[in-house]
């Protein structure tokens, strides 16, 4: 484990000051890795966003700031900070950001 995950363990942390909007870019910080699921932190500017891809496992998406228009397996979220869904296993799903916006993202590998 990095110095910079050992620095999140058992202290308060605010998740939105752990990524860092950029031009142009999707950014990501991963907080967990185990062999169980990940956790992941995302920061997409405005326009950004993932194309169309599926997971072997279910994910849970969380809206952390911000605004971002998630489609599974073609039907259209639009979700608003404060707000989740799960992207169900093998279902085909896309990300897009309407705003700038942060997620947290988590997978369960079981």
């Not at 911000?66 to 404060?82: N, Y």
């Not at 992207?87 to 988590?106: G, I, Q, R, Y």
Request: aromatic share 6%.
């Amino acid at each position: 484990m990095n110095q910079n995950k050992n620095t999140l363990l058992a202290q308060p942390t605010t998740l939105t000051g752990l990524v860092e909007y950029q031009a142009d870019s999707v950014v990501s910080r991963t907080i967990i890795d185990k062999t169980a699921g990940t956790v992941t932190l995302f920061a997409f500017n405005q326009g950004e966003g993932l194309s169309e891809h599926t997971a072997s496992y279910d994910a849970l998406v969380y809206i952390i700031e911000g605004e971002a228009e998630v489609t599974i397996s073609g039907k259209l979220l639009r979700l608003r900070q404060g707000e989740l869904t799960i992207m169900p296993a093998n279902e085909p799903h896309a990300l897009s950001a309407v705003t700038k916006f942060k997620m947290l993202l988590v997978m369960i590998r079981s």
